[in-house]
């Protein structure tokens, strides 16, 4: 009878010793950090985990401490629609989140919760992979919520010659474009209200219209012109419908989970505070 | 320029999707159930993941229902020290559970949260595949805490001839046994101070001596009557002190991941509701 024969079957991928990592948002179906941070996080070498941790809004300001304080649990991402939110329950800010007020990545320190903004550098370092120029080009950018709004600041640090913010919320649009405005004196910034889009290069959505709903466009549009980059940040699913309707004009596109696999590296360093 | 040259890597064992349950604890390094639930989840076919959730005593009246307000987490395993303390978060207890007063799995349901406690029935369960018996054998359990006395209701309904009960904390010992002679009335069931061995057939460790302490051990002596069959709970090290005695002494020994193995589908049957 040997000791083998008795023990139960396991998986490789968790112990107790796994130290834990979430990402919080609402919903919870499109998040794809799961998969792909826990990947860096183990071709690292290193035991952890993110797992999906779906907060209801009205339960998320107590829920929210109740979560950082998981012994076993160093750190968070934030989604849709906690990025702002989120900052307030932070001890320090990083330099992308003190000019956003907004967090997407948050480390459990010894002095305390640190959050810090990867969204914009994510998808500035994503149109790069995909040879997207962004310096002089005319840019709108379609939400300014919290991923939006960083994007928008990140956009506006490689110089482009023009951006304009769309959002249905006009006064989160505003908002938006004063915080540029701020931090980016000389730069072409407004809020616009319709799209001329034979005079843009680089068109993005960061709203989550289109997220877990193939049907939903942020355009009301059935054709794109072709010469302009289109890039969408919905995550679920990997090909939206303005995505789908942009491969069909012929235009060049970057896909949303091209975002997160750009700061994958950034990310998993923050963590691990190197 | 294919769409998965620019997808980023990822594990195949998480998703947005996948459904959480936990495994709750102080301290947690020990526990087993994340490698060996979750595999019966995935054997299944099930996409959920058990993850280890370590909260510390003094925040667990605050953690606990802000862990179980979480959107997408259906379950939770209780361990120590919180088998007594988790029963009253329950909207409704099984049957096992209700005699004892402690839990060991909890299932949200659609009425509320129910807690079961699965130690006694999966002790015995492993017992019996060893093929060591219990009617009419003399017992000794060490340890009247949450697990120790679950085992102990299990054990007495298999009709042994006596069980014997210590725990350094005499006042818990004797309430373990209250509660047994309560529920088997004609039952022969002491607290007991120290143990003649050689009138023992069957010794279970049901305290936590030994648990990430390989040198800890529950029996101050160097060997034990090769008769005797042993149980420890301790899940890990996987061969604790007293195990390893039992074996140079000649002992039949079941190990702790054992009773963890013989609960799996009953665990799983409870949290799918089946």
């Not at 989120?86 to 990545?105: D, E, H, Y």
């Not at 320190?109 to 005319?138: H, N, P, S, T, Y």
Request: hydrophobic share 45%; glycine share 8%; net charge neutral.
């Amino acid at each position: 009878m040997t000791r083998e024969e008795f023990s139960p079957l396991s998986v490789p991928y968790i112990s107790g010793r796994t130290r834990l990592y979430g990402i919080v948002g609402h919903p919870i179906e499109q998040v794809r950090s799961p998969e792909f941070v826990t990947h860096e996080f183990v071709a690292r070498g290193i035991d952890a985990i993110v797992v999906p941790i779906h907060v209801v809004p009205e339960r998320f300001d107590e829920l929210m401490p109740a979560i950082m304080d998981i012994a076993n649990l160093d750190g968070l991402i934030v989604t849709v629609p906690y990025k702002a939110r989120a900052a307030r329950f932070m001890a320090s800010l990083g330099p992308q989140a003190r000019i956003t007020r907004t967090v997407s990545v948050l480390a459990k320190r010894a002095e305390g919760w640190i959050g810090e903004m990867f969204d914009g550098v994510g998808c500035v370092a994503a149109l790069r992979r995909r040879g997207v120029a962004i310096k002089d080009k005319r840019i709108a950018l379609l939400g300014a919520g919290g991923a939006g709004s960083a994007i928008g600041v990140a956009l506006a640090s490689q110089a482009p010659r023009s951006l304009r913010i769309i959002d249905p919320d006009t006064a989160r649009a505003s908002a938006a474009v004063n915080q540029m405005q701020q931090a980016f004196p000389s730069f072409d910034v407004a809020a616009g209200e319709s799209l001329d889009l034979d005079q843009l290069d680089v068109l993005i959505n960061a709203s989550p219209v289109g997220m877990l709903d193939p049907t939903a466009c942020p355009l009301q549009v059935n054709h794109l012109p072709p010469h302009l980059a289109v890039m969408d940040i919905v995550m679920k699913p990997d090909e939206t419908r303005l995505l789908r309707m942009a491969l069909e004009s012929g235009c060049k596109v970057v896909y949303g989970r091209e975002m997160l696999g750009s700061q994958l590296t950034a990310v998993v360093d923050f963590f691990m505070d190197r």
